[in-house]
């Protein structure tokens, strides 16, 4: 057998164990959606609103697994959240949902996300979005989230690497901010960045405990409304020593 046969054969058998896995994924994936669904019904935790077609239908296209290490189905679509490396996770998609839907993005929007982590939220914003801007701390975090976005065609997604607390002024302004690491305060650069009638959702609260989901609306120059969704467990807010 010539060597570019045995090339051939093993990208198509590459091929074949990424469709037969993503096709597993198809099953577990509608599977996760249901389970958002549902909980949403059952708990309440959405409010009043829903979960609305259009956030589910982002969860419902973007492929979780091939955003965690381990790649597997199971794992990447349970509503539990994952492991990502550097004492990092990726949350649970019942939270990547409610996020979703509080940040309330429409196709034209530009959104910021701090805390790129693994870029599946960056992913399911970018379903829903004009354009991502995304910042992350950890340096090979951010080059592997930009590396599996670049291969999956997001191409509306930038991700920068450093510390998200003055926000991306170049980017901005933004008609959303998702920022999925918890602090104690809302941080005032990206307040200053969100636009007017713009909302910005985020973990408030101490590290390593429970933290209020808050959603703050930008409804003058100067002018903020809050309002506190649940509880939730993020990890910290981190800050560059620079
Ligand atoms: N949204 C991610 C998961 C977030 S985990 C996903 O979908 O996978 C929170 C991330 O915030 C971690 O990767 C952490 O390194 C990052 N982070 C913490 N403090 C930060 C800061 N000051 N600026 C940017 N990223 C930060």
Same mark, same amino acid.
């Given at each position: 057998?010539?060597?570019l046969?045995?090339? #051939? *054969?093993? *990208?198509?058998?590459? @091929?074949?164990?990424?469709?037969?896995q993503?096709?597993?994924?198809?099953?577990?994936?509608?599977?996760?959606?249901?389970?958002?669904?549902?909980?949403?019904?059952?708990?309440?935790?959405? $409010?009043?609103?829903? !979960?609305?077609?259009?956030?589910?239908? =982002?969860?419902?296209?973007?492929?979780?697994?091939?955003? /965690?290490?381990?790649?597997?189905?199971?794992?990447?679509?349970?509503?539990?959240?994952? !492991?990502?490396? +550097?004492?990092?996770?990726i949350?649970?998609p019942?939270?990547? =949902?409610? #996020?979703?839907?509080?940040?309330?993005?429409? !196709?034209?929007?530009?959104?910021?996300? /701090? $805390?790129t982590?693994?870029? &599946?939220?960056? =992913?399911? @914003? =970018?379903?829903?979005?004009?354009?991502?801007c995304?910042?992350? /701390?950890?340096?090979?975090?951010a080059?592997?989230?930009?590396?599996?976005?670049?291969?999956?065609? &997001?191409?509306?997604?930038?991700?920068?690497?450093?510390?998200?607390?003055?926000?991306w002024p170049?980017?901005? %302004? +933004?008609?959303?901010?998702?920022v999925?690491?918890a602090?104690?305060?809302?941080p005032? %650069?990206?307040?200053?960045? @969100?636009?007017?009638?713009g909302?910005?959702? #985020?973990p408030?609260? !101490?590290?390593?405990?429970t933290?209020?989901l808050t959603?703050?609306?930008? *409804?003058?120059p100067?002018?903020?409304?809050?309002?506190?969704?649940g509880?939730?467990?993020?990890? %910290?807010?981190?800050?560059?020593?620079?």
């Amino acid at each position: 057998m010539n060597t570019l046969l045995l090339v #051939m *054969i093993s *990208i198509v058998a590459g @091929l074949r164990e990424v469709s037969a896995q993503d096709a597993e994924c198809v099953r577990e994936r509608a599977a996760m959606v249901e389970t958002i669904r549902g909980y949403a019904r059952s708990h309440g935790v959405f $409010g009043q609103q829903k !979960p609305s077609e259009r956030v589910l239908e =982002a969860m419902g296209q973007t492929q979780r697994h091939l955003f /965690i290490p381990e790649r597997s189905c199971s794992i990447a679509y349970a509503d539990m959240p994952v !492991p990502i490396g +550097f004492g990092q996770t990726i949350s649970q998609p019942l939270i990547v =949902a409610l #996020m979703t839907q509080l940040a309330n993005v429409a !196709p034209d929007d530009v959104v910021l996300e /701090i $805390g790129t982590g693994s870029g &599946y939220q960056a =992913a399911v @914003l =970018a379903r829903l979005a004009r354009n991502v801007c995304t910042i992350e /701390i950890i340096p090979q975090l951010a080059e592997a989230a930009a590396k599996t976005l670049r291969e999956l065609a &997001y191409d509306n997604v930038n991700v920068r690497r450093g510390d998200g607390y003055a926000g991306w002024p170049e980017c901005s %302004p +933004f008609d959303a901010i998702v920022v999925t690491a918890a602090l104690g305060q809302v941080p005032q %650069p990206l307040i200053e960045q @969100l636009r007017v009638g713009g909302r910005l959702v #985020m973990p408030v609260g !101490p590290a390593y405990t429970t933290q209020q989901l808050t959603v703050v609306e930008k *409804i003058g120059p100067s002018e903020t409304t809050t309002r506190v969704v649940g509880l939730v467990r993020f990890v %910290p807010f981190t800050r560059s020593p620079d």
